[in-house]
Each structure stands twice: as structure tokens, then as C-alpha cells.
């Protein structure tokens, strides 16, 4: 790949022309120009950019003098400290750091960064904007690591991170029109847009703009876009002949200096002025509100392992050396959400066999590409695909068991075999439920668990007890073989037979990565639909450690195709949410919700919306449920309160864990706090109001619920 550009020549000043990208690069260093060439050019060839490289100036060679006036001394190091600490509290710097920079004169390395980037700039004049990069640029913020058994897998490895770099610059680039025609059409006379940075400054945010913001201080020029006028105000401000008077200043210190109209050495604050006067007036600098290039040298492997010999290789620099900021702490691939679910992106695009030869690079990466990360990219794709704004998003089609085949899908289109069906009875290994198993296992010998939720059989119940006995006073209740009461054809309500009822309808489904999605408000991404057959192709092959869940309003063409038998028990006729003629704002499902969901599904910890009660009936599988009372002051086992809004109108919001760690209260003081009842196929649990409860289902399981009001004092 790389010998496509090995003829690329150096830029012609004031090219004109389109967009330019300019790589700045050592002619003794080869190994970055294949680097550059392999790892990002093939993105800027197809967009059609002109590309050039920039013969960077060796500072060692030159013969400058003035260096010495650099250095501070130890009471000048200890002024800046103290300067540096006022002006960024947020990101202070030990003073051994501030040694390394300031603590000798202006280094050789620092000398060729300057005139290398003038150069770079004198090739952008007339370019409508032109894209600088250093050579040791990686538009990702990991590296992978060196636990690759084998050369073989070592090269396909380095072959996909090329792949991922490429993909991930296209989009970049993607990225870069858009704001640069963002920025024209908000009429911001822009000189530099940053993709990448050290941030130390406060940023100001710009109206309407939520990807982009004008830049505080910031150093570190490896990737960055300059326009036109930008070009040519940055050459005014760096000419040294004009005026011999003013030093050379590392462009790290000199332009975000100039920008921001301070900096934390007071001779450079005093010297600043003199350089702004040469370019009428500061650079408008804009930067990404997330970074989304990276320094090699700044990163390191993604599990903080040995990198491989390649990006040591090139990590080791001839320009710059004792010049570029270190990051305040290691950048981590976990540490941006918004890039991470990027580079997933990229990853995706370039295949199957590059995720798989990038998992087993590091530790860290198999985490960072696991299914949770894949599922998020997949629902962020469906709302980018469709746009969704009335409509959930729709999930036309899955591929068993991979979340990442399905990225693949939804980015090519093309249709890959995933992990199928697994063995009946594989989730009962999961070491969480199965403790919940044998929770279920004791209650159904009659042991006692926790504290006691009454039990009643549905014939021998009636509707005088129920109100009396449960829904005036507020008590759960489990009523057994109940099915009858509700249905004539109860087996319709099994999985298999509602397959062949429903078919491909679009049926909602709730992601619980979010606190109490299904009951107390939801997120962008907290439903999606897939058609019913898709779901239980899902059902039978995930691998999520909290899987999608059911959660279709039970309106009459649905019920007519699932059940048209089926009817309320008598117990629940009377509601008087049905002869409301305003229903509370949101409220929605009067007609109730058809449940289908996995082993290890469920609802986590909450309780019911404006004060209603609710009902469950099962009609195939078992779940269990806890209980917990009502209290204004304390909420279940690890539910963390949270009160949102103003003094006069604060309402509580819910932080909810997972179902599974329910199990980690078992043989825990906290369990005995708790209700527990076995929910078994045709038994109907009763949920009073403001009672929190939380379900799991420890088989494949559908169910029918609903909510309403109960009688007045209930």
C-alpha cells in the first residue's frame, strides 16, 4: 500500500486548489512516513484531497542563537507554578513538569517544530483548508498490545489497526467538512481548527454548536486544520525577520499563548503582545469538544501492557524530543465514550477478522469489544440510520448471537453467520442466576425465605377477600392457577406459538442500561423494536449479561392474534383508569403489556408510575420476584436516590442495578429485608402500590401485565 505514495513530492506554496491534508515528516524517518502512508492516506486519496509531505527541519542543524534565554531559574520556576496553578486549577503541573520545559534553554527538537510548521503553513496559503498532521499521529486512543502468540497473528493484527485507522480517518475527515462548512455558515472567521490537544484553559462554548467550541489554552500541534486566512495570519505572527528584537518561542508556547492573551511565564506574558501586534490582532481558534487524534508517544497499549515493536519503534522521536506536554493521567480507549463507540465503528467497517486479530492483542481491547460496547454502537446506528423521532428505532434483523456481526450488518449490509442457537439450559450456568435458582429451588420446598408474601389458590379467592385482605390494605400477593381466570387457550401465549402468531410484527424492546428504563422515564436509546420472530432469534442466541426485554402494549390487533380469548379476572374488572376521561400525562398501556423475555431477563428494581397498582400473570416459565415496602426514606438494596430539578419542583429519580445482583444479597442481612415469591407458569402475582419490587426470569418466560388504579383508600 505504501509504495502508492512513495513518489508523493513536496507541496507547492499557495497551491489552491481543494482541501489539502500536509504530513510533516523527517527524511530520516521512513518508518513514520510508511506509517502515515498505510495508516491514514488511503482515507484522504479516496476523498480526494490533495496530499503532500512536508520535509521537516532538523532544529539540530540549524545555528540559532538565543536559546539560553529560555531557561527560567529556580525562583522563576516557582512564579510560574504559582501562576500556572491560578490560571488552570482544574490541571495543575508539578513543578518537576514545568522543569522539563522551562527549566533549560529552547531545545533543537523545539526549533525544528517552528519552522517545520511555517513551512507546512506557506504550502496551506490559498487551500479553501488544509489538514496539518505530524507523523506520529493515530486517530485512535489506544494502542494494542504485544500478546500476540504468533507472527503470523502479529501481522494480521498490525494489518487491521491499519484498516481501523483508515476507516476512522475517513470519518475524521467526514467530520472536518462538516464543521468547516458549520463554521461558514455561522459566519466564525476561524483560523485553526484543533482535532486533537493538551487542554489546560477553559473553553468557550459557541452558540448552537454542540461538537465544536472556541479554544482556551491548549498545547500540542499534531493534528489540526488551518484555513486560508489562517495560513497566512500564523505566517505574520512567526516571522522572525522583521524584527529581530523577539526570541523564538516553541509554537507550544506561542500560539496558544497568543490565542488565549496569557500564559502562565510572566516574561512570556510580557513578551506576547510584540508577537500579536505582527498579525493584527489573535488567531480565532476553534477546537472539538472531544479529541479525536492522539500522539503516539502520548498513548499507551490498551491494557497497559508491552507495546509491540512497531509503535515503539515509532514512538521514538527525532524532532520533538523533551518538547511535547504529557498528559495529565494514561488516555484510555474506556475513558472517551463517544470515540470509543467511533473506533467501533472503524472496527466494524474493516471486519470480523480484524476485531478478532485486535481482541487478542490485549486484555483490554477484548473488554473494550465485547457485547455491551457492541450493542451500544448498534442501537447509536439504528438512530442514525433512521433518524428516529416519533418511532422507535427498528431492528429488522439480528445475527445470532453477535452483537458485532450485526454492526457489520447494519454498516455494509451484509449478512454473516453468527453463533446460532445455544444448548438448552446453557444460562442456568451463569453463576448469578443459578444462585437465584436455588433461591427459587428453597421456596418451592416451602422454605422460608426472607419474609412471607401470602399465597392464595385463584378458585378458592374471592373478589370480597382480595379487597378486604390485600388491595385495601396494600399487601403482595401470589395467586396460583390463575391462567383459567384470564384465558381459554393459555398455551397460545408460549413462545414457540406466539412465533407463528405474530411473526415479523415489530414488537418494542427494552434496553436497561439505563436507571428504571421500563417505568420512570427513558433515554434516547432505552427501546428499540424487532420483529417478534427476530427477538426470539435473539432470545435463543444472545450473549448479553442484561438482555433485551419484551415489552409490547397489548393493543386489540395484537390481542386478537395472540389470544382473542383472553380477558381481565374478574379481580382486576373494576379500574377506574378505564372510565378516566384524561389519563395522567405519559401514561400509556391501559390496555396493559405483553412480556416475552430470556433466562436472566427481568425488570429491574422500581415501582409503579403515579401511584397505580399492577398485576402479572405468567403464562410459561418462572420468574422470581423481591419485594420491598414503601418508604419516603429508604429505597431497596443498592437503588441509589437521586433528586433532580429545583427546590419547588424536585422530583426523585432511581438509580437501579442490574437483576443479577440480586444474587449478591443472598446470605446477606439486606435479603431478609425483602419478599420473595417463585412466580410459576399460570400463577398471578398482585403488586400494590408504591410497593418497589424487581423481577427475574430464571427461564424462558411470557407473561401478560398491567397497571391501574385501585379502589379509593387501596
Not at 447 to 463: N, P, T
Request: some cysteine; aromatic content about 8%.
Amino acid at each position: 500500500m505504501s509504495g502508492e505514495y512513495a513518489n508523493l513530492g513536496r507541496p507547492r506554496d499557495g497551491g489552491g486548489g481543494g482541501p489539502r491534508v500536509l504530513v510533516i515528516n523527517l527524511e530520516k524517518r521512513p518508518d513514520r512516513r510508511r506509517w502515515m502512508c498505510r495508516s491514514c492516506l488511503p482515507a484522504f486519496q479516496e476523498a480526494g484531497a490533495q496530499i503532500s509531505f512536508v520535509p521537516a527541519v532538523n532544529g539540530e542543524e540549524l545555528d540559532l542563537d538565543g536559546a539560553a534565554w529560555w531557561s527560567l531559574s529556580e525562583e522563576q520556576l516557582e512564579e510560574t507554578e504559582r501562576r500556572w496553578t491560578k490560571m488552570f486549577p482544574e490541571e495543575p503541573l508539578p513543578r518537576e513538569e514545568l522543569r522539563r520545559f522551562y527549566g533549560r534553554p529552547v531545545s533543537g527538537g523545539e526549533k525544528g517544530v517552528f519552522f517545520s510548521h511555517r513551512a507546512a503553513w506557506t504550502a496551506a496559503k490559498g487551500a479553501p483548508f488544509t489538514l496539518i498532521l505530524e507523523d506520529d499521529v493515530v486517530p485512535m486512543s489506544f494502542l494494542p498490545g504485544h500478546h500476540v502468540p504468533g507472527r503470523d497473528l502479529e501481522d494480521q493484527a498490525m494489518e487491521s489497526i491499519f484498516q481501523v485507522c483508515c476507516l476512522r480517518w475517513a470519518s475524521l475527515w467526514s467530520a472536518l467538512v462538516e464543521a468547516t462548512n458549520a463554521l461558514e455558515a455561522r459566519a466564525i472567521d476561524w483560523h485553526l481548527l484543533l482535532l486533537g490537544r493538551h487542554k489546560f484553559g477553559a473553553d468557550t462554548p459557541i452558540d448552537g454548536e454542540h461538537d465544536l467550541v472556541m479554544a482556551g489554552f491548549s498545547t500540542c500541534l499534531h493534528a489540526y486544520c488551518v484555513s486560508a486566512r489562517g495560513a497566512e495570519l500564523l505566517l505574520q505572527l512567526t516571522d522572525l525577520k522583521p524584527d529581530p528584537g523577539p526570541q523564538l518561542i516553541p509554537i507550544d508556547d506561542l500560539l496558544p499563548g497568543i490565542w488565549s492573551g496569557q500564559h502562565p511565564r510572566r516574561d512570556l506574558d510580557e513578551l506576547l503582545p510584540t508577537w500579536s501586534d505582527r498579525g493584527r490582532g489573535r488567531p480565532s481558534v476553534v477546537a472539538f469538544r472531544e479529541d479525536l487524534a492522539w500522539q503516539l508517544e502520548s498513548l499507551s497499549a490498551a491494557d497497559g501492557e508491552v507495546l509491540g515493536q512497531l509503535f515503539r519503534s515509532l514512538m521514538r522521536s527525532d524532532i520533538d524530543v523533551g518538547s511535547g506536554w504529557r498528559a495529565a493521567g494514561d488516555t484510555s480507549l474506556m475513558e472517551h465514550p463517544l470515540t470509543r463507540l467511533e473506533c467501533l465503528r472503524a472496527v466494524a467497517m474493516a471486519g470480523a477478522e480484524a476485531s478478532e486479530a485486535l481482541k487478542r492483542t490485549s486484555r483490554s481491547l477484548q473488554s473494550a469489544l465485547d457485547e455491551i460496547s457492541w450493542r451500544q454502537l448498534a442501537l447509536a446506528l439504528l438512530q442514525e440510520q433512521q433518524n428516529c423521532k416519533e418511532e422507535d428505532p427498528l431492528l429488522e434483523h439480528y445475527v445470532p448471537g453477535c452483537w458485532m456481526l450485526t454492526c457489520i450488518y447494519l454498516l455494509s449490509g451484509r449478512h454473516l453467520g453468527g453463533a446460532g442457537p445455544r444448548p438448552d439450559g446453557v444460562s442456568r450456568t451463569c453463576p448469578a442466576l443459578a444462585r437465584l435458582g436455588g433461591v427459587a429451588d428453597a421456596l418451592q420446598r416451602g422454605e422460608q425465605v426472607g419474609m412471607c408474601v401470602d399465597e392464595r389458590q385463584m378458585e378458592s379467592l374471592s373478589l370480597g377477600e382480595f379487597r378486604r385482605s390485600f388491595e385495601s390494605e396494600g399487601r403482595p400477593l401470589l395467586v396460583k392457577a390463575a391462567a383459567p381466570a384470564a384465558s381459554q387457550q393459555p398455551e397460545r401465549w408460549h413462545v414457540q406459538t406466539l412465533q407463528r402468531s405474530l411473526q415479523r410484527r415489530p414488537c418494542r424492546c427494552h434496553i436497561q442500561d439505563d436507571a428504571l428504563a421500563l417505568t420512570s422515564g427513558r433515554t434516547k436509546l432505552s427501546v428499540i423494536r424487532m420483529p417478534f420472530e427476530e427477538y426470539v432469534r435473539y432470545m435463543d442466541s444472545h450473549q448479553d449479561s442484561e438482555p433485551l426485554y419484551l415489552f409490547q402494549e397489548f393493543e386489540e390487533d395484537l390481542r386478537e392474534a395472540v389470544d382473542s380469548s383472553f380477558h381481565v379476572p374478574e379481580l382486576f374488572c373494576e379500574d377506574f383508569f378505564l372510565d378516566a376521561q384524561e389519563t395522567p400525562e405519559g401514561f400509556t398501556g391501559l390496555a396493559g403489556w405483553l412480556l416475552v423475555g430470556p433466562a436472566s431477563s427481568g425488570s429491574r428494581w422500581h415501582f409503579d408510575p403515579w401511584g397505580t397498582a399492577a398485576w402479572n400473570l405468567l403464562f410459561e416459565g418462572q420468574k422470581l420476584w423481591a419485594f420491598f415496602p414503601p418508604s419516603e426514606h429508604q429505597a431497596p438494596p443498592y437503588v441509589e436516590a437521586q433528586l433532580l430539578g429545583g427546590l419547588s419542583e424536585a422530583s426523585h429519580f432511581y438509580a437501579a442495578p442490574p437483576v443479577l445482583t440480586l444474587a449478591d444479597l443472598i446470605g446477606t442481612p439486606a435479603a431478609a429485608t425483602l419478599r420473595w415469591v417463585l412466580q410459576e407458569s399460570g400463577d398471578l402475582v398482585f403488586i400494590p402500590s408504591g410497593w418497589w419490587h424487581c423481577t427475574v426470569s430464571l427461564t424462558q418466560t411470557s407473561a401478560y401485565t398491567r397497571t391501574g388504579s385501585q379502589l379509593p383508600g387501596g
